[in-house]
């Protein structure tokens, strides 16, 4: 199994370009997620999705757009980024209902934009 | 709300000593309770779990955590350190009952085992 799978692996953007982040999995999950990793703050949720057609906003949603047409896909967009959006992306999915199985996580996107 | 405390940014340990890493955290329901162990460009990787059931859990490299809901605490311990162990951990913390709550994550502390 692939697992979770993030493309591209690194980027780098100019300030006020756009640009999705990619995000597929291949276990069924209901449920997946972004975060975004910054040193000395942890991983903080950018947005999650409970199923297709389902998202919400977690902790740091501001400048960032998701969508769930498909159960393996969850992308993440950037509409216009900023320098504050530099920062190492993750991915990560689980069957919902079903914590006990613990969060599977992609290998992460590293964005640097200038 | 939840949120996780991890004392400690940096912990340093000679190699073949303890490891301990500590974590507290807060929840208005009972928790499910995580370690992840990131290695340098890497994801994070799963290291051990407690939902319900026996307090003392053990995980991958020799790893184990004891939850006390007295202390509200999940620290992480190794008996002997090795080099490999070096990497940053994270404890995170979910709510019970697999709702649409995510996970929350402490700020993380980086192990540095010296030889």
């Known amino acids: 199994n692939a697992g979770v799978t993030q493309t591209p692996k690194f980027q780098v953007l100019k300030t006020g370009q756009s640009m999705t982040l990619q995000c597929a999995q291949d276990m069924n999950h209901e449920y997946m997620s972004w975060y975004r990793q910054d040193p000395g703050m942890g991983l903080r949720l950018i947005h999650y999705?409970?199923?297709?057609?389902?998202?919400d906003q977690g902790e740091v949603p501001n400048g960032y757009n998701v969508s769930r047409s498909t159960t393996e896909d969850f992308p993440l967009r950037l509409l216009s980024a900023a320098p504050s959006q530099t920062s190492v992306y993750f991915c990560a999915s689980r069957r919902y209902r079903a914590l006990n199985y613990g969060y599977t996580f992609g290998s992460g996107t590293r964005l640097t934009v200038v | 709300a939840q949120s996780v405390t991890q004392l400690g940014s940096h912990v340093s340990v000679s190699e073949g000593a303890l490891v301990l890493l500590r974590c507290n955290y807060s929840?208005?329901?009972?928790?499910?309770l995580f370690w992840y162990v990131q290695y340098p460009n890497q994801g994070l990787q799963l290291l051990l779990k407690?939902?319900?059931?026996?307090?003392l859990v053990k995980g991958i490299n020799g790893f184990e955590a004891e939850f006390k809901k007295s202390e509200t605490s999940f620290h992480l311990t190794k008996p002997s350190a090795h080099m490999s162990d070096a990497a940053e951990y994270f404890c995170a913390v979910s709510g019970e009952g697999g709702g649409a709550d995510g996970l929350t994550f402490g700020k993380g502390t980086h192990l540095i085992i010296q030889p």
């Open positions: 999705s409970v199923g297709a057609g389902i998202t």
């Open positions: 407690y939902t319900t059931g026996a307090t």
């Open positions: 929840s208005s329901v009972p928790p499910y």
